[in-house]
């Protein structure tokens, strides 16, 4: 038999899992629902963290206050997706952004969208590192981080 | 301080799509490479350390059971260690740990991945949270890509110089490959081939971003004194270090990165390496792109920040250059992930023993290995050198 | 050699939390470090032990875990069974690289699926999945042999069941909280016969961390340091029928961390033992082959009463695995509580005689494919 031959086994594994959120995510969800971003700000180094944590992990010190933070940032980064994988949630072409929303210490990952996305070009010409962006939210609030439906260019 | 701890064989696969063997029968073969590299039989061997990637990579959970025998763990006592995409770095460090704490004189590390039968990106995917950042993320390409933008804007690298660099790397090391009998990608790449190859994620190309690689690779560690007497040419271990940063991608600064940079510093300041441009004689970074190879050589030391493209573009990196980086082709031509960081340590070892065949950098005597895992959040670094 | 202490410990309750994995994992640690005194920048090295994506949902579960543990910009590393994770952190110290090191182990498991369909992805896809095996099938099979050869009946394996879960009343720690009796065993389901369900662990969840110290360091740290003495781990074969299931490798494992630690009689010098029994009959077949009793007897041990809290050798006095199995945690758990028990601060589940010499074992795969054997002392 020559190696050609040799079979190969198909095979899917599907697990199911229920993630518990804890307080402070939970709570983060429940402010999306109202429209505000929130944070949390340690006491000790001072910084800012979106998604907010319930201690900061490196004073690892509990966090207790939390922060408003603005809708719009600049992006830090950002990736023009356009490669399909299995399970990925949104539809190619799509970007991922890294915004530094103003008043918090931490990028925050999230999608820019609201431009025609078909034309790389003309994308580029849009999306630029260090533009501003702001939040564009969803009607209707599921709970969880597509509540904030994407991040658009400030014109 | 501590005690000293050589490398003493080494063993690799041949890497590439090998759909001629099951699983368990690559591991062996990368084992049974090993122990006669370093003379020994399984009888000689005290503990028996493996890591590859999670189980959603694998199709099987917890490998160590799967591998009993391809491993020659039957009988013996076993360690499964596992940072990600550094595994293969992390199992060199138990490796020595294990040594070093006396409790174990010859230590068998073996890294092993089977890329071509799971899904990577979608691995990658499900290393994010479930909570925040899955929804946008685009595997292992999307981050770095992200990263890669971050770090030429913050040092003002025009895109196009960026661009010429990254090209210049992608063909180094693809002829590096040819030097590589194991090498997954062994095919000559130009320039111009590299700028035109389809866009993965823009400016990230075909031709910038490592294959999915099948391979495995074992090291023998022993103590001092084993290696003394049993080997001609230990590659003695000099320095090490692991740094990890916060989870959340973005919330720390990946342009500098600050898990590289220290652990890198951790592994000179144990070696005495005060300069390593200057002092060490070969590299063998864990380069899946171009672009992150250029932000290692700045963490690394090996030039001031925002300056690796022009020590690319002078050829400071190439062969035969200042400081010869990935002379094996690197990850950037073969990926076995698991198994990817211990090959680094394994060249780097073949490197300062004077035995990587064409491959070989003259003279070599102090190297550096290292492996990037996670998303962007680990890294490891191990300093290898031909006198204790 | 260097000498290494266990100088603090803290759990989590074994039942479900409602909290993220990383803050259930971040109130342990900031237990642990308040204990000690210590910040996170005063320990050397941090070790997790946790296991990926089937028992988290994420893959690389050290990626996760970092922020909880502590570890942002610490040497660390992440094994993916506890008693490893503990034993690498030994190691840790052992070379003299190290003075301090936090070993913690994490899981949700009431987050995750249940154990049979984890344990299943540890069979290959080609032969074991297929034809449905995991780690309860190959138990109920273990048992039936078990049964058979050494004349050792349902009941007495029912009993340690009674008595664990008895044990379990008296730990604040304890997930499944149930007084049970032998009619009650006996005639719980027949899950997988000749198993039944209260004869198998549970799924819990569980955090705890161990923090480990050079001699010095833990004679600052601590008036009672625990110290390690012996340690022994020993795979068997894959495949359940390439060996034969009532002579794996737990004598091999046993007889390396009796020799480290000079322990000629385990009988006489181990005090007290927690051994890691996801089936109830498994507990008594690990005695035996711990050498606390003779091959295939150990029906006559539980019967004996020796294994009681208050017998010659406390067996599970923290009610064990069948009472709170936070799967790759349970090792350490074993681990911490026998430390527990030689420091005298097991509370209400302490034994009633002096304890000196402490035993901790951890297995898993199919059958106890994998053991882990760790002699604590005073």
């Known amino acids: ?155 | 301080m501590g005690k000293a701890v050589a490398i003493i064989g080494t063993g690799q696969t041949k890497h590439g799509r090998r759909s001629d063997v099951c699983y368990p029968d690559l591991v062996k073969e990368a084992v049974s490479a090993a122990l006669m590299d370093a003379g020994i039989t399984l009888k000689d061997i005290d503990g028996v350390v493996l890591g590859t990637m999670p189980s959603m990579m694998e199709g099987v959970s917890s490998t160590h059971f799967y591998f009993a025998e391809a491993m020659g763990a039957v009988g013996k006592p076993v360690m499964k260690v596992e940072t990600c995409g550094s595994t293969g770095q992390s199992i060199g460090h138990c490796g020595f740990f294990w040594v070093a704490s006396g409790m174990a004189d010859i230590v068998l590390v073996v890294g092993s991945e089977k890329m071509s039968e799971g899904d990577g990106q979608a691995t990658m995917t499900t290393v994010f949270d479930p909570f925040f950042q899955r929804t946008f993320a685009a595997g292992a390409p999307g981050v770095f890509t992200m990263q890669s933008m971050e770090w030429m804007y913050r040092f003002k690298i025009p895109e196009e110089k960026g661009r010429e660099a990254a090209a210049m790397i992608s063909v180094s090391n693809h002829d590096n490959a040819m030097d590589n009998p194991y090498a997954h990608i062994r095919t000559r790449v130009t320039m111009d081939d590299v700028k035109n190859a389809r866009v993965i994620t823009y400016p990230v190309r075909l031709l910038d971003v490592c294959p999915a690689s099948d391979g495995a690779c074992a090291v023998v560690f022993a103590s001092e004194r084993t290696a003394k007497k049993i080997c001609k040419k230990p590659a003695w271990i000099k320095g090490l270090g692991f740094r990890g940063e916060e989870f959340f991608y973005g919330e720390s600064d990946k342009a500098i990165w600050m898990s590289a940079t220290e652990a890198a510093k951790e592994a000179y300041q144990q070696a005495g390496i005060r300069n390593p441009m200057k002092q060490l004689d070969v590299a063998e970074l864990y380069n899946p792109f171009t672009y992150q190879e250029m932000i290692f050589y700045e963490c690394f030391g090996f030039c001031p920040r925002g300056e690796a493209p022009d020590y690319v573009l002078k050829g400071a990196f190439k062969k035969g250059g200042q400081l010869p980086c990935c002379p094996s082709g690197g990850t950037l031509c073969t990926n076995p992930i698991g198994a990817t960081g211990l090959i680094r340590l394994a060249e780097a070892a073949l490197q300062v023993t004077g035995k990587a065949g064409a491959r070989q950098v003259e003279g070599a005597k102090l190297a550096l290995s290292h492996a990037m895992g996670g998303v962007d959040q680990f890294n490891a670094v191990t300093i290898l050198g031909s006198k204790l | ?378």
């Open chain 3, 1 to 378: 050699m260097r000498r290494v202490a266990i100088t603090h410990v803290a759990q989590s309750s074994g039942a479900e939390s409602r909290e993220s994995l990383m803050d259930f994992t971040y109130q342990i640690n900031r237990e642990i470090l308040d204990k000690a005194g210590l910040k996170r920048e005063d320990v050397g090295c941090i070790i997790a032990g946790s296991a990926d994506i089937f028992h988290s949902g994420l893959s690389c579960a050290n990626a996760f875990d970092w922020d909880g543990i502590g570890a942002f910009l610490k040497e660390g590393s992440r094994a993916e069974e506890s008693a490893m994770s503990f034993i690498y952190g030994c190691m840790r110290i052992l070379s003299g690289h190290y003075d301090t090191v936090l070993v913690t182990a994490l899981v949700k498991g009431s987050e995750n699926p249940d154990n049979d369909p984890i344990t299943s992805f540890y069979g290959d896809p080609f032969y074991l999945r297929p034809v449905g095996i995991n780690e309860s099938v190959v138990a109920a099979m273990q048992m039936r042999q078990y049964m058979e050869r050494y004349k050792v009946t349902e009941e007495q394996c029912a009993k340690v069941a009674v008595k664990n879960l008895a044990n379990a009343l008296f730990n604040p720690y304890a997930d499944r909280k149930r007084r049970v009796s032998l009619k009650d065993v006996m005639s719980s389901e027949r899950v997988y016969d000749p198993l039944k369900a209260l004869e198998c662990a549970p799924k819990s969840d569980g955090v705890v961390s161990v923090l480990l110290a050079s001699e010095s360091r833990a004679k600052k740290l601590t008036k009672k340091p625990v110290w390690f003495a012996g340690y022994g781990c020993s795979m068997d074969h894959f495949n359940p029928g390439d060996r034969d299931l009532l002579n794996g490798q737990l004598k091999t494992a046993a007889a390396a961390a009796y020799k480290m630690a000079g322990v000629r009689d385990p009988k006489k010098k181990i005090d007290v033992a927690e051994v890691c029994e996801p089936y109830a009959f498994q507990e008594l077949l690990w005695c035996e082959q711990l050498g606390f009793c003779g091959e295939g007897g150990g029906g006559k041990l539980i019967d004996s009463g020796a294994t009681q809290m208050d017998g010659a050798l406390p067996v599970n006095p923290s009610g064990g695995v069948l009472a709170t199995n936070p799967y790759p945690a349970r090792g350490l758990y074993r681990i911490a509580e026998a430390a527990l028990q030689i420091k005298g601060e097991a509370g209400e589940h302490q034994v009633g005689k002096k304890v000196k010499t402490a035993l901790a074992h951890s297995t898993h795969g199919f059958g106890g494919q994998c053991h882990s054997v760790v002699i604590l002392s005073a």
């Open chain 1, 1 to 155: 038999m020559s190696k050609e031959e040799y079979r190969i086994v198909k095979g899917q594994v599907m697990v199911p899992y229920e993630l518990a959120l804890g307080r402070t995510w939970s709570e983060f969800y429940d402010y999306l629902k109202e429209e505000k971003i929130m944070g949390k700000k340690c006491g000790k180094c001072s910084r800012v963290l979106v998604p907010p944590r319930s201690f900061c992990p490196r004073c690892f010190e509990d966090m207790d206050e939390w922060v408003e933070v603005s809708q719009e940032g600049v992006v830090e980064t950002w990736v023009y997706v356009n490669m399909p994988f299995f399970a990925q949630e949104i539809k190619i072409p799509f970007i991922s952004a890294q915004i530094r929303l103003d008043g918090s210490d931490t990028g925050f990952i999230h999608q820019v969208a609201g431009i025609d996305l078909s034309d790389f070009d003309s994308v580029r010409e849009t999306v630029k590192l260090g533009g501003r962006v702001k939040a564009v939210w969803s009607k209707e609030k599921k709970g969880n981080i597509l509540d904030i439906a994407y991040f658009e260019p400030v014109k």
